[in-house]
């Protein structure tokens, strides 16, 4: 049976790269020091018939950035145990949890100096050195109890990372955590939920910590059966969200109903006085086909919930109904009012979503209008991220970047746009494809 998520530039590659002095059109800012990454699945020698995109091994792309040059492109396999034995490699063992040493393909972030391939779902990251190289699965030194996540935010003010995890293995409760500026836990709140819900993000503000406890959640027959994930859509499951304080306990979370969906990513939460508005991608439903090998249903909007505590409600309205997902704000304003948001618009031409995209959209949240950049036929763009000229500069003052596909060359090329009228700035090319994958972060010298 075809896979689609084996096929075109969701395949994975065959080969390591590692490539120097890359070919550039435009000019890259010399402000520009640092590296990107972007993590994503890369499976090996895998069944086409149970293979689900979430699954895949893992894969670390990078490109190194200064003086206005493009230094070196690479992409490594984060070497878990299964990938160390494929290529007849001793494993670099470590603290794994509960033995989930599961591939470390969803997100790749810079910490303390150090660099982190990060999954979810009870398996704890992988550390990398600065050339994408493993150093094995990672606990912060001792001081992380359980698994982590692929979605960790940073205060902007304190450096701190907040994070919410999940794990099949504890049953109806999730973990929140905060990791200070050295890489070590500092907080640990256990979290009662309805059931075991896959909870893939958080949100931030300078009060809260928000959880999302959706219907998608794990189902033990699926595990059972052998399927690539063993998370199913529940329609008995509530859906609601959860506010606990940064400086609160178990008890103090408060609950609030929200219509049943299910949400992947969020843009960005803040505190309006006594309200809390939270812009994220709302799916209808997940993983609510009898055979799932990827997201499924219908594609996702861009949505606002305004929730009142005083009220005990939640307001929900539609920002822009255009298929879109992977948002990101300026990392300087995680947790605070934003202005700006950035999303990939989809095709949404088959019945099943996929997470492959036409453009690029910016979202003006004060003004209510959203600038589209087409990247031309046969050209996908993947998350972008949005990177500032300076500490002080402005919130849209900066370059956005991220991995596009060429179909006419397959290859990918990173391209920057300017993030204040989406006109490009350059493209670094690539001799290789990067597969469509899940997220990464610009890692600042």
């Not at 997201?295 to 309205?317: F, H, N």
């Not at 990101?328 to 095709?347: A, C, K, L, P, S």
């Not at 099943?352 to 949240?365: I, K, P, T, V, Y």
Request: glycine share 10%; net charge negative.
């Amino acid at each position: 049976m075809p896979n689609r998520y084996l096929e075109g530039n969701f395949a994975p590659v065959s080969e390591e790269t590692t490539s120097v002095d890359l070919s550039i059109t435009g000019s890259l800012p010399e402000w520009l020091d640092g590296r990107y990454l972007r993590n994503g699945p890369n499976p090996m020698n895998t069944d086409p018939e149970t293979y689900h995109w979430f699954t895949g091994h893992g894969m670390v792309h990078g490109l190194r950035l200064r003086d206005g040059k493009a230094e070196w492109y690479r992409n490594r396999y984060v070497r878990s145990e299964a990938v160390a034995n494929e290529l007849g490699e001793t494993w670099r063992s470590g603290p794994v949890h509960e033995g989930m040493d599961f591939a470390a393909n969803t997100n790749v972030i810079g910490h303390a100096g150090r660099t982190f391939a990060i999954v979810e779902a009870g398996a704890r990251p992988y550390e990398l050195d600065d050339e994408l190289n493993t150093l094995g699965p990672c606990d912060f030194d001792g001081t992380l109890p359980g698994g982590y996540t692929a979605h960790p935010k940073r205060d902007p003010q304190t450096g701190e990372l907040h994070a919410v995890s999940y794990f099949w293995g504890w049953g109806n409760k999730v973990q929140y955590t905060v990791i200070d500026r050295d890489a070590r836990v500092r907080k640990v709140v256990d979290i009662e939920t309805t059931g075991s819900p896959m909870l893939h993000d958080m949100s931030l503000t300078e009060t809260y910590a928000v959880v999302y406890d959706l219907p998608v959640v794990f189902d033990l027959d699926l595990a059972m059966s052998g399927a690539g994930l063993p998370y199913r859509w529940d329609n008995d499951y509530p859906a609601r969200v959860g506010l606990l304080p940064r400086d609160g306990g178990a008890d103090d979370v408060q609950w609030f109903d929200v219509e049943p969906c299910y949400v992947f990513h969020p843009l960005n939460a803040y505190d309006d006085g006594d309200r809390i508005v939270i812009e994220l991608c709302r799916f209808e439903r997940m993983f609510d086909a009898d055979v799932v090998l990827g997201p499924d249903g219908q594609p996702p909007r861009l949505d606002r919930w305004t929730i009142d505590p005083s009220a005990g409600k939640v307001i929900e309205e539609t920002i822009d109904d255009r298929p879109q997902e992977f948002p990101r704000v300026d990392e300087r304003v995680v947790g605070r009012r934003h202005r700006y948001g950035y999303t990939v618009r989809f095709d949404a031409g088959s019945q099943n979503f996929e997470f492959a995209g036409g453009s690029l959209l910016r979202h003006d949240l004060a003004a209510g209008t959203t600038d589209v950049h087409e990247f031309g036929a046969g050209r996908g763009p993947s998350e972008f991220v949005m990177v500032p000229s300076s500490p002080d500069a402005g919130e849209d003052d900066g370059v956005l970047m991220g991995f596009v596909y060429d179909a006419q060359r397959d290859a990918s090329d990173l391209v920057l746009l300017d993030a204040q009228r989406l006109e490009p700035v350059a493209e670094v090319h690539l001799p290789v494809r990067v597969p469509y994958g899940f997220h990464g972060n610009w890692v600042a010298s």
